[in-house]
């Protein structure tokens, strides 16, 4: 095993990224899961839903102690002349405490470059959202042996240095929404180098294809402070097993 450098010292973190899926009756989902959160209340770990943007307000409203708010995306600027875009102000004004920037899927369908996905992030701390900065590679990297380099690489083009609070998560492309996740021995490959890439505070979350039946197993690889889930946070009865685990 690869040293654990910092896992204990490091709150947990479980955050479910809803995408472009949620209407306002799927409010019910979402107080089922904070109604099921309080007994017995897990207090080690953080449970955040980033739901669409449109959901952040009214689930906001809902006052929930146990589940905290995040958005999938934010502009770089503060305001201006950018039609369908919202800044990471209005993100919190709405309600949002984490925003998440640079996911595969923004990367791949809006074509954002590290440059890009570097100025969300410090657009996001600066209206003081915690970013969960998203890094993976693709299968054709990985099978070229390159995958611990590509990422870290990555990391290294929009990480704005220690201390500010930024969450990482590493999402291997090939493993989103596929059913397949990354073994345990690529997770810690990964992870460990991202460590030395961050600080021993950094929180390192795992996503691709999370799921009940092998979370646990994923959240007990060294450096593995949680976890960025998405069809699987959307049901509660999936949802809560995996922030239990
Ligand atoms: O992209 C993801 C979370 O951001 C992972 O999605 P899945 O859990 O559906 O594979």
Same mark, same amino acid.
Request: hydrophobic share 40%.
């Given at each position: /095993? @690869?040293?654990?450098?910092?896992?204990?010292?490091?709150?947990?973190?479980?955050?479910?990224?809803?995408? /472009?899926?949620?209407?306002?009756?799927?409010?019910?989902?979402?107080?089922?899961?904070?109604?099921?959160?309080?007994?017995?209340?897990?207090?080690?770990?953080?449970?955040?839903?980033?739901?669409?943007?449109?959901?952040?307000?009214?689930?906001? &409203?809902?006052? #929930?102690?146990?589940?905290?708010?995040?958005?999938?995306?934010?502009?770089?600027?503060?305001?201006?002349?950018?039609?369908?875009?919202?800044?990471?102000? /209005? +993100?919190?004004?709405?309600?949002?405490?984490?925003?998440?920037?640079?996911?595969?899927?923004?990367?791949?369908?809006?074509?954002?470059?590290?440059?890009?996905?570097?100025?969300?992030?410090?657009?996001? +701390?600066?209206?003081?959202? @915690?970013?969960?900065?998203?890094?993976?590679?693709?299968?054709?990297?990985?099978?070229?042996?390159?995958? !611990?380099?590509?990422?870290?690489?990555?990391?290294?083009?929009? #990480?704005?240095?220690?201390?500010?609070?930024?969450?990482?998560?590493?999402?291997?492309?090939? &493993? @989103?929404?596929?059913?397949?996740?990354?073994?345990?021995?690529? @997770?810690?490959?990964?992870?460990?180098?991202?460590?030395?890439?961050?600080?021993?505070?950094?929180?390192?979350?795992?996503?691709?294809?999370?799921?009940?039946?092998?979370?646990?197993?994923?959240?007990?690889?060294?450096? !593995?402070?949680?976890?960025?889930?998405?069809?699987?946070?959307?049901?509660?009865?999936? #949802?809560?097993?995996? !922030?239990?685990?």
């Amino acid at each position: /095993m @690869i040293q654990n450098m910092g896992d204990g010292d490091v709150r947990r973190l479980i955050a479910g990224n809803w995408k /472009m899926n949620g209407l306002e009756d799927d409010l019910a989902e979402v107080t089922t899961l904070a109604q099921r959160l309080e007994t017995p209340r897990p207090d080690n770990v953080d449970v955040v839903i980033c739901p669409p943007a449109t959901l952040i307000a009214p689930m906001h &409203a809902l006052q #929930f102690d146990t589940i905290g708010l995040g958005a999938q995306d934010c502009h770089t600027e503060e305001s201006g002349a950018y039609t369908g875009d919202l800044s990471a102000a /209005m +993100l919190r004004d709405a309600g949002a405490c984490y925003c998440i920037v640079g996911h595969s899927e923004r990367r791949d369908y809006h074509g954002e470059t590290d440059e890009v996905v570097k100025a969300k992030l410090a657009a996001a +701390l600066k209206a003081d959202l @915690i970013p969960i900065l998203c890094v993976g590679e693709n299968l054709e990297t990985r099978e070229a042996g390159k995958a !611990v380099d590509t990422v870290v690489a990555q990391l290294k083009a929009a #990480f704005p240095g220690a201390g500010k609070g930024v969450v990482v998560a590493y999402e291997p492309i090939w &493993a @989103i929404g596929t059913g397949k996740t990354a073994g345990p021995a690529e @997770i810690e490959e990964m992870h460990a180098a991202l460590r030395q890439a961050t600080s021993p505070d950094t929180r390192l979350l795992y996503g691709g294809s999370v799921k009940p039946g092998n979370a646990a197993e994923i959240l007990a690889v060294s450096n !593995v402070n949680g976890a960025l889930v998405g069809g699987a946070s959307l049901k509660a009865d999936d #949802f809560e097993p995996i !922030v239990r685990a």
